[in-house]
């Protein structure tokens, strides 16, 4: 029997709204008896929860010998399971002496929380197959947020969040070579920033389509309080196809193939709701990796929006034909002049950019010559699958579409070298997950690492589709755990929900709207150089930023695990 994860939740902020109101009312001498109740901040979990059938990690901070552990129902507080305490471990990172809790064993769905003896208990959490598709929603929501050219609301947490129309002039053609505007309205804002960039829009979008691809089965239920809803496609593809039709705009600025970089103002805007943004945007100049990354995005939404609307495919078709011609007719790298601007730079080399255009054309095409194209450029550099990836380095998502397609004719020694490359870049992510002491599947820390945390998810999906072991979707479990509570922060680090999430993201409608809280659904760029450097503060765009390519690994990473049992 499933239980609901309403239900769940609605016990779980019951035992939560408790533990406060204990701390809050009673006197000094009752508190002392009251903090039992209270969770023990070095007893950390997934905060969202945990899948009935996969790994249930958690990490106690110190060093509490061999005591015993147990999970209890929050319904009576009865043990369910028990334990003792794995030997304790340094981790590599923060240094902190941990201890890790395995309740993999505790399969049945209901709300729990887990003590330990000496220490203290967690906070509560659930257990159920539909755990995430809250969290899966709530991010399509955060995406929802940030789309430009519309005004949009939405209602979470008692708050109403919304904006009014934004940068309806989208965009001035005076540094590509004209004069006037060509439409650029519409998309989403890319970040706390409002530009629009296309390299950073096309790997987002590549990394959501691929996840509908992966699991459209699940994500064509998803339910989005968005206006298209119900309409001809489904939800998610719709909020997908505001950001295609504003990158299919940027194809008639040159009208060749190429394609503008970004559309932003020349420096910054203050923290002001983007309704009131209203100095003049401009068009870019084209760059070789924002089209190459726009002709795979193109080639990919032709193949997936084809059985919803044939005319709207041939587009999106017509557009990666043209733009694929481009590039092998200019097989250069170009980098555009953004002298004049102060905005995001999102410079990159483009080879990856280009191998990933390939595979995508040819897996929509059946194209000798992409093929061609993309084994000459895989095989020659030898390509890894990156353990550390991101929008600048994204042939990852190339090698995925090539491994993973049904197309007769690859090479079958690449073929066989991509899947080994595969297992063995998925095996590192899960030895990190199983030696850090937090589960966290990523050894560096950078701008933006939470997100290249979560898009882990994809190298482990990799690996599970061509072996089916389980240890693969355990670790990518072990992500969505760190990135919800199990960290050194015992801190979610997405807006809106989990444990103690973050409350001042870098991100100009949050500051600007005079609501106390964050909008919400919105993944926090993370903790860097060290892993102990995040800071919750405004100011820190560095590590408290949020953007659409980090959202968008959540979106897979949760899409992964999505269950939706009743028929949408
Ligand atoms: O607000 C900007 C943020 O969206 C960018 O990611 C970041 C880095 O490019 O820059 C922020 O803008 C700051 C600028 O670079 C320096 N002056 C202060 C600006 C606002 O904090
Ligand atoms: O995510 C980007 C990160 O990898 C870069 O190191 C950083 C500095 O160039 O820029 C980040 O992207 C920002 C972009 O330049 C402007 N919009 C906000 C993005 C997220 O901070
Ligand atoms: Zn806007």
Same mark, same amino acid.
């Given at each position: 029997?499933?239980? $609901? ?34 969770? *023990? ?36 507080? *009865? ?33 729990? =929380? ?68 060509? +439409?650029?309205?519409?998309?989403? @804002?890319?970040? /706390? ?16 389509? $691929? ?39 940027n194809a008639a600025v040159y ?11 020349? +420096?910054?805007?203050?923290?002001v709701m983007p309704s009131t ?64 601007? *102060? ?90 997950? +199983? ?15 939470? /997100? ?12 599970? $589709? ?18 919800? /509570?199990?960290?050194? =922060? ?13 409350? @001042?993201?870098? @991100? ?24 102990? +450097?995040?800071?919750?503060e405004m100011e820190s765009y ?27």
């Amino acid at each position: 029997m499933k239980l $609901k994860t309403g239900l769940i939740k609605i016990l779980l902020l019951t035992a939560a709204a408790v533990a406060v109101q204990a701390e809050d009312e009673l006197s000094p001498e009752k508190q002392i008896s009251a903090t039992a109740s209270i969770p *023990s901040k070095d007893v950390r979990v997934n905060s969202i929860g945990y899948k009935p059938a996969l790994a249930k990690h958690a990490t106690v901070v110190g060093d509490h010998g061999n005591a015993e552990w147990n999970i209890r129902s929050c319904a009576d507080d *009865s043990s369910v399971l028990s334990g003792k305490l794995s030997s304790a471990v340094v981790t590599s990172d923060s240094k902190e002496t941990v201890q890790v809790v395995d309740f993999s064993a505790l399969t049945a769905p209901g709300s729990y =929380y887990l003590h330990v003896e000496g220490v203290g208990k967690s906070v509560p959490f659930c257990v159920a197959d539909e755990v995430y598709n809250d969290s899966l929603e709530l991010q399509m929501a955060g995406l929802y947020g940030l789309r430009c050219g519309m005004a949009v609301s939405i209602s979470h947490g008692g708050n109403i969040f919304q904006h009014d129309v934004c940068h309806a002039a989208d965009g001035k053609m005076d540094y590509v070579g004209g004069t006037g505007t060509i +439409d650029g309205t519409g998309g989403w @804002h890319d970040a /706390g920033d409002y530009g629009k960039y296309m390299v950073n829009a096309a790997f987002s979008m590549g990394v959501m389509l $691929k996840g509908w691809e992966d699991f459209s089965n699940q994500l064509a239920h998803v339910k989005l309080p968005i206006p298209e809803t119900g309409g001809t496609f489904p939800d998610f593809l719709d909020e997908m196809k505001y950001e295609l039709d504003w990158m299919l705009k940027n194809a008639a600025v040159y009208g060749d193939g190429r394609i503008p970089h970004k559309l932003t103002r020349i +420096d910054f805007s203050g923290m002001v709701m983007p309704s009131t943004d209203k100095e003049d945007r401009y068009w870019v100049p084209y760059s070789s990796a924002a089209t190459a990354g726009f002709t795979a995005v193109m080639a990919q939404a032709a193949r997936i929006y084809r059985p919803y609307d044939a005319a709207y495919a041939d587009k999106l078709q017509a557009a990666a034909d043209k733009s694929y011609a481009w590039l092998q007719a200019h097989p250069e790298r170009h980098d555009p002049d953004q002298a004049a601007f *102060s905005t995001g730079g999102y410079g990159t080399s483009d080879s990856d950019d280009r191998l990933w255009a390939a595979a995508e054309v040819w897996e929509t095409t059946g194209s000798p010559e992409a093929l061609a194209d993309f084994e000459k450029r895989a095989g020659s550099a030898r390509r890894k699958i990156e353990l550390s990836w991101g929008w600048s380095n994204l042939g990852n998502l190339g090698m995925f579409a090539y491994l993973s397609s049904e197309r007769k004719g690859k090479d079958a020694d690449l073929e066989k070298a991509v899947r080994q490359e595969v297992i063995s870049t998925a095996d590192s992510v899960v030895d990190l997950a +199983d030696k850090q002491g937090f589960g966290r599947g990523l050894d560096r820390y950078f701008w933006g690492c939470n /997100g290249s945390v979560a898009l882990q998810g994809m190298v482990l999906r990799a690996a599970h $589709k061509e072996t089916h072991e389980q240890k693969y979707l355990d670790g990518a479990i072990d992500q969505i755990s760190h990135l919800y /509570g199990r960290n050194t =922060y015992n801190r979610s680090q997405v807006t809106g929900e989990g444990i103690n999430p973050p409350m @001042h993201p870098h @991100h100009r409608p949050s500051e600007a709207d005079g609501i106390s809280d964050p909008w919400p659904g919105l993944l926090v760029g993370g903790g860097w150089p060290t892993a102990t +450097d995040w800071k919750d503060e405004m100011e820190s765009y560095e590590t408290n930023e949020i953007a659409i390519n980090w959202t968008a690994a959540m979106v897979y990473l949760l899409g992964m695990f999505s269950e939706y049992t009743e028929a949408p």
